[in-house]
């Protein structure tokens, strides 16, 4: 199904993560190859987590009144970005993260199906892919993280493929598509699910959205941002 609301953003368009290769014709090559990989994923993997932590305290530190405000435009904005979309995978906001449960009220009121994510982990900590709830606002619990979840009974992962629109938590996102999450991994491995050019939509403040962030080639690229000044931006 297209989704009207956000078609004229240019859904289609094409991302690329740019990767570092190193090739090598000499015997020895592979060894100095592997090696220089794994620097540049470290210091990757580092430039991100020093990024992360730096926002994330800018994020601490915006007054409740900002946060609020900010927060009932984008719920507007992802209302009307979300047109005629009948089912919408979205997320519930907590602590400093931008937006609010009024977020997923105006997608309701729409006329929306809202899932929420489950999230689950292997015995040995590791992070699986998401599972899905339906949005009910007076049956929300607090799980994991600080987390609020749908309650029981919940879908599993590939419900993602229902969804005309993808809403997804971000640290930062920049101009490219690339996405500085909290860094577990679990929308990574969960959007594997969703159909082709369907909106994944990050969400975050004006300042959040920048020219050019570290990313690793695993990383899911959005098609757009949206912020309370800007509204919705297509990314790429």
């Keep these: 199904m297209a989704v009207r609301g956000i078609g004229t953003f240019g859904v289609g368009i094409a991302h690329t993560i740019t990767a570092i290769r190193f090739t090598s014709s000499a015997g020895g090559g592979r060894a100095v190859a592997d090696s220089l990989v794994a620097v540049t994923d470290d210091a990757v993997v580092a430039a991100k987590s020093a990024l992360r932590a ?4 800018d994020r601490r530190a915006v007054p409740p009144d900002v946060h609020d405000a900010e927060a009932a435009a984008l719920a507007e904005h992802l209302a009307r970005a979300a047109g005629d979309a009948t089912t919408v995978c979205a997320y519930v906001p907590v602590g400093s993260e931008p937006g609010s449960t009024a977020m997923l009220t105006g997608l ?15 015995h040995d900590g590791t992070p ?11 049956s929300l619990t607090t799980a994991r993280f600080g987390l609020l979840e749908p309650p029981q009974p919940w879908l599993t992962a590939d419900a993602l493929a229902e969804a005309d629109l993808i809403v997804v938590p971000a640290v ?3 101009r490219r598509g690339a996405r500085l999450g909290r860094g577990a991994g679990f929308y990574d491995r969960s959007l594997q699910w969703r159909r082709p050019q369907i909106p994944l939509v990050a969400v975050v403040r004006d300042a959040e959205l920048l020219d050019e962030l570290p990313a690793e080639a695993h990383d899911v690229p959005m098609t757009h941002a949206v912020t309370p000044g800007l509204g919705l931006v297509a990314l790429g």
């Design 172 to 174: 930062a996102v920049d």
């Design 54 to 57: 730096r926002l994330l305290a």
């Design 128 to 138: 699986m892919a998401l599972l899905w709830g339906e949005y009910r606002p007076e």
């Design 108 to 122: 309701a009121r729409r006329g929306a199906r809202v899932l929420l994510p489950v999230v689950r982990t292997e």
